[in-house]
């Protein structure tokens, strides 16, 4: 079994700051990306950031220059720092890693549980 639990979700004013955490546990062999998604009421689920075990990163353009992705890959942990954060950022925000169980597993996808991402004043 594989488990992704985010935690850091909440509710902040315009202009301030949230920090997502995602730990992946259990069964793992190997996790090539890890990643954040967010989906608002009403609209589809979309990448907000991803990293790759090489380093390389990718940001929607709606939150580049605010938020930044992080890993740890000895935790087998990725992190989201939210900076500047708008009204439009509110969404209920997932964790995704593509990883393998074992040595000839294939790369699947595992999905967190989300966790909500309020902005308001």
């Known amino acids: 079994q594989v488990q992704l639990v985010e935690s850091g979700g909440g509710l902040v004013q315009p202009g301030g700051s949230l920090r997502l955490s995602c730990a992946a546990s259990?069964?793992?062999?190997?996790?090539?990306?890890m990643g954040w998604y967010r989906q608002a009421p009403g609209k589809e689920r979309e990448l907000v950031a991803h990293?790759?075990?090489?380093?390389?990163?990718n940001y929607a353009d709606s939150v580049k220059g605010r938020f930044t992705i992080s890993r740890d890959n000895t935790k087998n942990t990725v992190y989201l720092q939210m900076n500047s954060l708008k009204p439009e950022d509110t969404a209920v925000y997932y964790c995704?890693?593509?990883?393998?169980?074992?040595?000839?597993?294939?790369?699947?996808?595992?999905w967190g549980q989300g966790t909500q991402v309020t902005v308001s004043s």
């Open positions: 259990g069964s793992i062999f190997r996790i090539v990306t």
């Open positions: 995704n890693a593509d990883l393998s169980r074992f040595l000839l597993d294939n790369l699947r996808p595992y």
């Open positions: 990293s790759t075990s090489g380093g390389g990163t």
